[in-house]
């Protein structure tokens, strides 16, 4: 497939194409704030004609790392994007020639030419698939709320006292003192 990432329809007419893809991620233009993409995105992706529209089918795969969301620390995950796309022939109406409904476009591809732009649909599929969390391990003890401590790595400093306060529940002192201040206009009070 070319660097572009361009489908020309008169390839699909007589039989379906079978694409088999390696991409760089640049060609996707995968950006994410929280997630760097780190490998090839590669799949296979089987695209036939359905009378005048176009069927895309088959799955993608790219490879992220981040923050683990319990210790901070390095984070990695594979995604798989399963590949379900109709592009529709025509340039946005219904059967009967009527400009579809603006919610119906939002779900829905159109083509007019003989050419098809697959960059676009490729990457918003890919980023819907992107986790809402990034773990190191699924197991991951996280840091200490008391002291920060990478409870994967080493042990918990706090004093006693404060271990057996998050043991049995009970929130720390400065918790319960914080809770009972009042601010108000004068710029705060404790209540009574």
């Not at 699909?12 to 995968?30: A, C, K, T, Y």
């Not at 929280?34 to 992706?45: A, C, I, N, P, S």
């Not at 603006?102 to 960059?119: K, M, Q, S």
Request: charged share 30%.
């Amino acid at each position: 497939m070319p660097s572009d990432l361009k489908l020309l329809v008169e390839r699909l007419r007589d039989q379906p194409l079978d694409l088999e893809l390696d991409l760089d991620p640049r060609q996707l233009q995968l950006v994410d704030e929280e997630f760097d993409f780190t490998d090839r995105v590669r799949g296979r992706l089987t695209f036939r004609m359905a009378g005048a529209d176009i069927v895309a089918q088959g799955d993608l795969t790219a490879r992220i790392t981040g923050r683990c969301v319990r210790c901070l620390g390095p984070a990695a995950a594979e995604i798989h994007v399963p590949v379900t796309e109709v592009w529709m022939h025509g340039p946005g109406r219904d059967e009967r020639g009527i400009a579809a409904d603006a919610d119906d476009l939002d779900l829905t591809r159109f083509y007019t030419g003989e050419v098809i732009e697959l960059a676009e649909p490729l990457r918003e599929l890919i980023m819907a698939e992107l986790p809402d969390r990034l773990y190191c391990d699924p197991d991951c003890k996280g840091l200490c709320p008391g002291c920060g401590a990478n409870l994967n790595t080493e042990p918990c400093a706090c004093s006693p006292e404060v271990r057996r306060q998050r043991e049995t529940g009970r929130e720390p002192d400065w918790k319960q003192t914080l809770k009972n201040l009042h601010l108000g206009d004068s710029g705060g009070s404790e209540r009574t």
